[in-house]
Protein backbone atom coordinates (compact mmCIF):
# COMPACT_ATOMS: atom_id res chain seq x y z
CA UNK A 1 0.00 0.00 0.00
CA UNK A 2 1.31 3.46 -0.80
CA UNK A 3 2.07 5.43 2.00
CA UNK A 4 -0.05 8.90 1.99
CA UNK A 5 2.83 11.07 1.40
CA UNK A 6 3.39 9.15 -1.76
CA UNK A 7 -0.29 9.92 -2.86
CA UNK A 8 -0.20 13.30 -2.01
CA UNK A 9 2.64 13.99 -3.79
CA UNK A 10 1.40 12.32 -6.80
CA UNK A 11 -1.95 14.08 -6.55
CA UNK A 12 0.19 17.36 -6.17
CA UNK A 13 2.18 16.45 -9.43
CA UNK A 14 -0.82 15.97 -11.27
CA UNK A 15 -3.08 18.55 -10.16
CA UNK A 16 -0.08 20.47 -11.86
CA UNK A 17 0.30 18.72 -14.83
CA UNK A 18 -3.90 19.42 -15.39
CA UNK A 19 -2.97 23.06 -14.54
CA UNK A 20 -0.18 23.13 -17.23
CA UNK A 21 -2.58 21.36 -19.79
CA UNK A 22 -6.05 23.54 -19.67
CA UNK A 23 -3.74 26.92 -19.08
CA UNK A 24 -1.79 25.36 -22.60
CA UNK A 25 -5.27 24.86 -24.15
CA UNK A 26 -4.73 20.92 -24.76
CA UNK A 27 -7.07 18.28 -23.92
CA UNK A 28 -6.37 14.68 -22.52
CA UNK A 29 -6.62 13.44 -26.08
CA UNK A 30 -4.12 16.01 -27.41
CA UNK A 31 -1.26 15.28 -24.68
CA UNK A 32 -1.87 11.26 -25.22
CA UNK A 33 -1.78 11.77 -29.09
CA UNK A 34 1.66 13.45 -29.17
CA UNK A 35 2.85 11.10 -25.67
CA UNK A 36 1.80 8.04 -27.56
CA UNK A 37 -0.76 6.44 -25.14
CA UNK A 38 -4.05 6.68 -23.87
CA UNK A 39 -6.27 9.92 -22.64
CA UNK A 40 -7.17 7.73 -20.06
CA UNK A 41 -3.59 7.36 -18.75
CA UNK A 42 -2.96 11.05 -18.73
CA UNK A 43 -6.82 11.67 -16.54
CA UNK A 44 -4.52 8.99 -14.35
CA UNK A 45 -1.75 10.92 -13.78
CA UNK A 46 -3.73 14.34 -13.85
CA UNK A 47 -5.85 12.48 -10.81
CA UNK A 48 -2.63 11.05 -9.02
CA UNK A 49 -3.77 7.30 -9.05
CA UNK A 50 -0.45 6.78 -11.05
CA UNK A 51 2.86 8.37 -11.42
CA UNK A 52 4.44 9.88 -14.80
CA UNK A 53 8.13 8.67 -15.76
CA UNK A 54 10.50 11.00 -15.27
CA UNK A 55 11.05 11.14 -19.44
CA UNK A 56 7.18 11.79 -19.45
CA UNK A 57 7.08 14.63 -16.93
CA UNK A 58 9.93 16.05 -19.34
CA UNK A 59 8.20 15.59 -22.36
CA UNK A 60 4.86 16.47 -20.59
CA UNK A 61 6.57 19.50 -19.84
CA UNK A 62 7.93 20.25 -23.13
CA UNK A 63 4.36 19.77 -24.58
CA UNK A 64 2.61 22.31 -22.14
CA UNK A 65 5.32 24.74 -22.70
CA UNK A 66 6.51 24.87 -18.76
CA UNK A 67 9.66 23.99 -16.82
CA UNK A 68 9.67 20.75 -15.62
CA UNK A 69 10.21 22.14 -12.30
CA UNK A 70 6.47 23.69 -12.44
CA UNK A 71 5.31 19.76 -11.43
CA UNK A 72 7.31 20.02 -8.43
CA UNK A 73 6.56 23.91 -6.85
CA UNK A 74 6.42 23.48 -3.16
CA UNK A 75 2.95 26.27 -3.78
CA UNK A 76 -0.72 24.57 -4.03
CA UNK A 77 -1.44 24.41 -7.58
CA UNK A 78 -4.38 27.18 -8.21
CA UNK A 79 -6.37 24.12 -10.18
CA UNK A 80 -9.00 24.10 -7.73
CA UNK A 81 -9.53 27.53 -7.79
CA UNK A 82 -9.56 28.32 -11.89
CA UNK A 83 -12.75 27.55 -13.54
CA UNK A 84 -13.02 26.04 -17.00
CA UNK A 85 -14.47 29.01 -18.14
CA UNK A 86 -11.05 30.82 -17.16
CA UNK A 87 -9.10 27.88 -18.95
CA UNK A 88 -11.14 28.86 -21.95
CA UNK A 89 -10.28 32.13 -21.73
CA UNK A 90 -6.95 31.77 -21.18
CA UNK A 91 -6.33 29.44 -24.43
CA UNK A 92 -8.54 32.05 -26.35
CA UNK A 93 -6.34 34.63 -25.25
CA UNK A 94 -3.25 32.99 -26.81
CA UNK A 95 -4.76 32.50 -29.70
CA UNK A 96 -5.00 36.42 -29.98
CA UNK A 97 -2.00 38.77 -31.55
CA UNK A 98 -0.65 41.25 -29.51
CA UNK A 99 -2.93 44.27 -31.10
CA UNK A 100 -5.97 42.25 -30.27
CA UNK A 101 -4.66 41.13 -26.96
CA UNK A 102 -4.16 44.92 -26.54
CA UNK A 103 -7.06 45.81 -26.57
CA UNK A 104 -8.75 43.21 -24.85
CA UNK A 105 -6.77 44.72 -21.58
CA UNK A 106 -7.87 48.25 -22.57
CA UNK A 107 -11.39 46.58 -22.31
CA UNK A 108 -10.85 44.85 -18.95
CA UNK A 109 -9.07 47.92 -17.55
CA UNK A 110 -12.17 50.11 -18.74
CA UNK A 111 -14.54 47.64 -16.96
CA UNK A 112 -13.13 47.60 -13.86
CA UNK A 113 -12.68 51.07 -13.78
CA UNK A 114 -16.09 51.18 -14.34
CA UNK A 115 -17.56 48.65 -11.90
CA UNK A 116 -15.36 50.88 -9.10
CA UNK A 117 -16.47 53.99 -10.27
CA UNK A 118 -20.27 52.55 -9.55
CA UNK A 119 -19.30 50.93 -6.74
CA UNK A 120 -18.05 54.39 -5.02
CA UNK A 121 -21.41 55.87 -5.99
CA UNK A 122 -23.60 53.49 -4.63
CA UNK A 123 -20.86 53.85 -1.60
CA UNK A 124 -21.38 57.40 -2.04
CA UNK A 125 -18.10 58.66 -2.87
CA UNK A 126 -17.30 61.42 -5.27
CA UNK A 127 -14.88 61.84 -8.16
CA UNK A 128 -12.20 63.04 -6.05
CA UNK A 129 -12.54 60.16 -4.05
CA UNK A 130 -12.24 57.27 -6.52
CA UNK A 131 -9.34 54.71 -5.38
CA UNK A 132 -5.99 55.71 -7.09
CA UNK A 133 -5.03 53.44 -10.01
CA UNK A 134 -8.64 52.34 -11.06
Excluded at 99 to 108: I, T
Amino acid sequence: MPRKRDVDLLTAIGARIRSARRAAGLTQEAVGERLGIQPTTISRIETGSTGPSLRMLADLADICGVPVGRFFAQVPPTTAAVTDEEHDLVAQWRQLDRSHQAQVLRLMRWARHDAVVEEGARAGWRDEETPEGT
